[in-house]
C-alpha cells in the first residue's frame, strides 16, 4: 500500500516551453502533496506544499507563477515549470501525506532543459 | 523555519563496522524524525524514524537516537554491508495539521561507503 507514481520519468525540453510534471496516489487518498527538487549531490529541497481544491502553500524563493500547482483531486497533483529554462534541469519529486507525518514519495522526474 | 545540520558529508567504513550519522534540529516543535535512504537517480526510501516520545528505536542493525532536550537524534546502522552504500539524509517536521501540514525539513546527506 501506499503507492506513489510521478509521470513522466525524464523529459527534455527545449528552453522556453513548458513542462507539466504528474503525482498520483495510487492507492490511498492523499490530504496533502508535496513538491521537491533535488539538484546534484544535494539535499531535497521543499518546493511547496499542496492541498486539494485550495491555492499551493509555496517555501520562500520558489516563483509560483513559474511553478504552477494544481492539485485536481484526493489523487492528483501536477507541477508545471512554465517557460523552462537549463537552470531549471533538476530531479523533481513529489509525495503524499494522509494526514500524518509519514510521507510517501513518487519516484522522480528528471528535467533536462538544452 | 526548522533547519536541520547533518554530519558528517561522507563516511567511509569496511564491512561488519558500525555507522553513526548525527543530526541537530532548530524547533523544538518538532516531533518527528525519518530518515531516508537514497540510491542514485531513486526516490528517498524510509529506513527508520522516530518521533518525539520515545528516546530510540531498533529495527535490526538499524537504530535511531533521540535527544530532545539538545535537539539531536542519531543513526546507527550495525554490521555495516556493501549495500548499505548510499546516500542517507534524516528530516524533521511538526505534526500534520493546521498550517504546517507535516512538511519535511531534509539534514545536507551523508555519503555512506561501505568497503568489503
Known amino acids: 500500500g501506499a503507492v506513489v507514481s510521478q509521470h513522466p520519468s525524464r523529459v527534455i525540453c527545449k528552453s522556453g516551453t513548458s513542462v507539466k510534471i504528474e503525482c498520483r496516489s495510487l492507492?490511498?487518498?492523499?490530504?496533502?502533496m508535496f513538491w521537491y527538487r533535488q539538484f546534484p549531490k544535494q539535499s531535497l529541497m521543499l518546493m511547496a506544499t499542496s492541498n486539494e481544491g485550495s491555492k499551493a502553500t509555496y517555501e520562500q524563493g520558489v516563483e509560483k507563477d513559474k511553478f504552477l500547482i494544481n492539485h485536481a483531486s484526493l489523487t492528483l497533483s501536477t507541477l508545471t515549470v512554465t517557460s523552462a529554462h537549463p537552470e531549471d534541469s533538476s530531479f523533481y519529486i513529489c509525495?503524499?501525506?494522509?494526514?500524518?507525518?509519514?510521507?510517501?514519495f513518487g519516484p522522480g522526474t528528471r528535467l533536462t532543459v538544452l | 523555519g526548522e533547519n536541520v545540520e547533518q554530519h558528517p558529508s561522507t563516511l567511509s567504513v569496511q564491512e561488519g563496522d558500525s555507522a553513526v550519522i548525527k543530526c541537530t534540529y532548530s524547533d523544538s516543535a518538532s516531533n518527528y524524525f525519518p530518515w531516508y535512504k537514497q540510491e542514485l537517480g531513486k526516490r528517498p526510501q524510509l529506513i527508520i524514524d522516530i518521533r518525539s516520545n520515545v528516546g530510540e528505536k531498533k529495527d535490526q542493525r538499524i537504530a535511531v537516537t533521540l535527544n530532545k532536550t539538545a535537539k539531536h537524534f542519531s543513526l546507527h546502522i550495525t554490521e555495516t554491508q556493501p549495500e548499505d552504500s548510499a546516500v542517507y539524509f534524516c528530516a524533521a517536521s511538526m505534526k500534520a495539521g493546521g498550517t504546517s501540514y507535516g512538511k519535511l525539513t531534509f539534514g545536507q546527506g551523508t555519503i555512506l561507503t561501505v568497503h568489503p
Open positions: 492507492d490511498f487518498q492523499a490530504t496533502t
Open positions: 509525495s503524499a501525506t494522509q494526514g500524518r507525518n509519514e510521507q510517501f
